[in-house]
C-alpha cells in the first residue's frame, strides 16, 4: 500500500465504527464547517460522506493530496483536473457513486474509500451509509463513476512519495525524533532538513463554481436518504457556493503553532513514566457503548460519560460508575459541552448528576469540547473558561480538558494550567505532542473502535492525584 493510503487508513479504520447524533450532528461536519468553510452554519448536520474524507486527511496530514470537499461532484472534478482519476479500483482510491446509473460526474451523491478489491467487488468504508453510519461496505460496481488517487495528486510539481523522498536523509544520516504536529494537523517534515524547516507556499482556494449547490444524498433506500428539512439549513447561496470551496487544504506549513498572545500559566509537568515502562491503558465510553465489561484485563483507569448541555444525562453512567470503582480503577466522568448554553448552568448540573452518584477522591472531573455551536474561538475559548471556572469554585479540582489537538489548539487560550486529555488518532499511542497553550498532556485518546482507547503518560498514583480531594 503507498504512503498516503497507509497514513489515511491508520485515522479512519480508528473510527469504524461511528454513528451520528441526533439532528444528524457528526463531528466530522462540525470540524468542516469550523475550519474549512470558516464558520459557515449548516455542516455539523449536513450529508457528511465526503467531509469524513476531509477531516481524515486533515488529521492524516495529507490533505492537499486527498483534498478538503463537501461536495462530491467537485472533489470527483478535482481529481480528473490533478490527472489522479481512473476507472480501476485499488486500495486506498476514492470511490464516487451515482445512484442514478448515470454515471456522470454531475451525477455524483456518494463517496468511500476502497479497502480492497476481490471476486469483482470492492471492499470500502463510508461515512453516511444507511443515512447515519460509518462503516465497511461490500459493493459491485455497477453504480461506480471513477475513483480518485490521491497517490497520483501533485504539489508543487510532486506526489507524495516524490516529495518525502526529496526530504528524505542520506543513507547512515542519524534518526531524529519525531516532529511536532502543525496547527492544521500535518507533521512537520524532520530529517536532513531539521534545522532549516521546509516550508511550501500557501495556496488559495480555487473559487466555487457558479452552479455549486449543497450536496443531497439521492442514495437508493438501503443507503438511506436524508431528508430535505436537514438541507434547508444550508439554504442561501451563499453557503451553497461554500460547500465547493473544499477544495485543495493549504500546503502543509513546517512550522510551529503561533504562541497566544497573551500565554497562560503553564500546567505543572507530572513526572512521567520511566522510558520503557508501559503506560497505563483505559477506555472511555457514553450511552453508545452500553454494557462495557469494566472487569477485562488490562485496564487502569475508566472514564464515563455523564451529561451534556443542559438536559441530556446519560442512561448509563450510574452503571459506569460503580462498576469503574468496583474493578479498582482510577475513574473519571465527563461532560460533553455545549458553548451554545450557558456554562455555569452545564457545569452545576455536570456535578449535580455526578455527586448523586457519589464523589469520591481521585476521581476526575473532565470537559469534552469539541463543538462550537456557532460560536467563534474567542467566545468557545471563553464559555470554557467558565465553566472550568465554575467546577473548580465548586469542588477545588482542576477539571481534565479534552478535545482533539487542532480543537484544543484554536481554542485553548488561556487553559495551559488545566490537564490536557487530547485526541489525536494519527500518532502512535503516547507519541502525541501537547499543542500550545499546554506544555505536556496527562491523556492521549489515539483510537476508537467500539469505544475509545486511551493511555496516560502518569501512573495510576499520579493520574488519581489529578481528581478530587476530600474536603475537611
Known amino acids: 500500500m503507498d504512503s498516503i493510503s497507509d497514513k489515511l487508513f491508520k485515522v479512519i479504520t480508528a473510527e469504524v465504527p461511528y454513528k451520528e447524533e441526533s439532528g444528524g450532528f457528526t463531528k466530522y461536519g462540525d470540524w468542516y464547517g469550523e475550519n474549512v468553510a470558516k464558520g459557515s452554519d449548516g455542516f455539523d448536520s449536513a450529508a457528511w460522506c465526503d467531509m469524513f474524507l476531509a477531516w481524515a486527511a486533515d488529521k492524516a496530514g ?14 470527483a472534478t478535482w481529481f480528473k483536473q490533478q490527472g489522479a482519476w481512473t476507472s480501476e479500483p485499488e486500495p486506498g482510491a476514492f470511490v464516487f457513486y451515482d445512484w442514478s446509473g448515470a454515471g456522470t460526474i454531475d451525477g455524483i451523491s456518494h463517496v468511500g474509500i476502497v479497502e480492497k478489491v476481490a471476486d469483482g467487488k470492492i471492499y470500502t468504508i463510508e461515512g453516511n451509509t444507511e443515512g447515519v453510519h460509518l462503516k465497511r461496505k461490500v459493493r459491485d460496481t455497477d453504480s461506480v463513476v471513477g475513483y480518485g488517487l490521491p497517490r497520483k495528486v501533485k504539489v508543487d510539481g510532486a506526489t507524495y512519495e516524490e516529495a518525502m523522498a526529496a526530504t528524505a536523509p542520506p543513507a547512515g544520516t542519524p534518526a531524529t525524533p519525531d516532529a511536532p504536529v ?12 531539521l534545522a532549516a524547516a521546509l516550508i511550501r507556499p500557501h495556496r488559495l482556494r480555487p473559487r ?16 438511506a436518504k436524508r431528508g430535505a428539512g436537514r438541507w434547508r439549513a444550508l439554504a442561501g447561496a451563499g453557503l451553497a457556493a461554500a460547500l465547493a470551496w473544499g477544495i485543495p487544504a493549504s500546503a502543509m506549513a513546517a512550522t510551529q503553532p503561533p504562541a497566544p498572545t497573551s500565554p497562560a500559566p503553564a500546567s505543572p509537568a507530572p513526572a512521567p513514566l520511566a522510558k520503557g515502562v508501559p503506560l497505563p491503558y483505559g477506555v472511555d465510553v457514553s450511552n453508545h457503548d452500553a454494557g462495557f465489561d469494566w472487569g477485562a484485563d488490562g485496564l487502569a483507569f475508566g472514564i464515563a460519560k455523564a451529561s451534556e448541555g443542559t438536559g441530556f444525562t446519560d442512561k448509563t453512567f450510574a452503571r459506569n460508575w460503580s462498576e469503574i470503582k468496583r474493578n479498582g480503577l482510577v475513574r473519571g466522568a465527563y461532560h460533553f459541552g455545549r458553548p451554545g448554553a450557558d456554562p455555569v448552568r452545564q457545569a452545576d448540573r455536570f456535578l449535580d448528576t ?6 469520591e477522591a481521585g476521581d476526575l472531573l473532565i470537559l469534552d469540547l469539541e463543538v462550537t455551536d456557532g460560536r467563534s474561538a474567542k467566545e468557545v475559548n471563553a464559555w470554557a473558561k467558565r465553566w472550568l471556572e465554575r467546577v473548580h469554585d465548586v469542588t477545588g479540582v482542576r477539571a481534565l480538558f479534552y478535545s482533539s489537538w ?16 487530547v485526541a489525536h488518532y494519527g500518532k502512535e499511542k503516547g507519541e502525541v505532542t501537547a499543542p500550545e497553550p499546554w506544555t505536556s498532556w496527562a491523556i492521549h485518546q489515539y483510537a476508537s473502535t467500539d469505544h475509545d482507547h486511551n493511555v496516560a503518560r502518569l501512573p495510576k498514583e499520579e493520574l488519581r492525584a489529578l481528581g478530587y480531594t476530600v474536603k475537611a
Open 62 to 75: 495529507v490533505a492537499d493530496y486527498a483534498g478538503l470537499f463537501a461536495y462530491t461532484p467537485s472533489h
Open 208 to 223: 466555487a463554481p457558479k452552479n455549486a449547490r449543497p450536496q443531497r444524498d439521492t442514495r437508493p433506500k438501503r443507503d
Open 354 to 359: 455526578v455527586t448523586k452518584q457519589g464523589l
Open 406 to 421: 487542532s480543537f484544543a489548539q484554536t481554542h485553548g487560550d488561556g487553559l495551559g494550567d488545566y490537564p490536557l486529555w
Open 182 to 193: 502543525g496547527a492544521d494537523g500535518s507533521a512537520v517534515l524532520a530529517g536532513a532538513v
